[in-house]
T-cell receptor, first 114, second 115 residues
Framework: AQKVTQAQTEISVVEKEDVTLDCVYE???????LFWYKQPPSGELVFLIR??????QNEISGRYSWNFQKSTSSFNFTITASQVVDSAVYFC???????????FGKGTRLHILP | DGGITQSPKYLFRKEGQNVTLSCEQN?????MYWYRQDPGQGLRLIYY???????QKGDIAEGYSVSREKKESFPLTVTSAQKNPTAFYLC??????????????FGPGTRLTVL
């Protein structure tokens, strides 16, 4: 069975601090994709990144970076120099090559305090 | 602008009534999905469709029905058989639905409240 665990239910940090959101996944598929989505207070899920299981290079996009480690089945997301606009719920998700569905974690609610 | 629209944004329903949530996309995507989100929970898949005139049940299909008569439209009906329909409903679409690389893109959601 496939599973995504986001152990941090809620995190609060002060603006400009760095923060890392954890994501641990389980799958028996050798080919799979991992995703991160952001859900601001408006409700719409915004796609942030997709990573395939064969590419373990870290990815950086502005203040956002992702660390994918197959050895620990983790795909963690770091926001550097956080801003109030980063306040949202963040979801990690997994899709294997034998399933038509994406499996979502329960999300981490991030509060950036001014 | 390409995207996914859902209407209405807020919907109120009396117990025992059926209600239909609209989802339209102009991304020319083949696949469309409906999710339900409850407070503090992740997304749970209700129904999905990979091609016109075909759809499959997701993990929580009971009390819901869908149709896919047009590529761009995938309406969801919440029937009176759904015991606890108050939730936030999200529609999504993806290019093909069958590839592991497929990324789903989401609409703004409809918040349904049963009075």
């Amino acid at each position: 069975a496939q599973k995504v665990t986001q152990a941090q239910t809620e995190i609060s940090v002060v603006e400009k601090e760095d923060v890392t959101l954890d994501c641990v996944y389980e799958t028996r598929d050798t080919t799979y994709y991992l995703f991160w989505y952001k859900q601001p207070p408006s409700g719409e899920l915004v796609f942030l990144i997709r990573r395939n299981s064969f590419d373990e290079q870290n990815e950086i996009s502005g203040r956002y970076s992702w660390n994918f480690q197959k050895s620990t089945s983790s795909f963690n997301f770091t926001i550097t120099a956080s801003q109030v606009v980063d306040s949202a719920v963040y979801f990690c998700a997994l899709r294997g090559n034998r399933d038509d569905k994406i499996i979502f974690g329960k999300g981490t609610r991030l509060h950036i305090l001014p | 602008d390409g995207g996914i629209t859902q209407s209405p944004k807020y919907l109120f329903r009396k117990e025992g009534q059926n209600v239909t949530l609209s989802c339209e996309q102009n991304l020319n995507h083949d696949a469309m999905y409906w999710y339900r989100q409850d407070p503090g929970q992740g997304l749970r898949l209700i129904y999905y469709s990979q091609i016109v005139n075909d759809f499959q049940k997701g993990d929580i299909a009971e009390g819901y029905s869908v149709s896919r008569e047009k590529k761009e439209s995938f309406p969801l009906t919440v029937t009176s058989a759904q015991k606890n329909p108050t939730a936030f409903y999200l529609c999504a679409s993806s290019a093909s639905g069958t590839g592991v690389t497929d990324t789903q893109y989401f609409g703004p959601g409809t918040r349904l409240t049963v009075l």
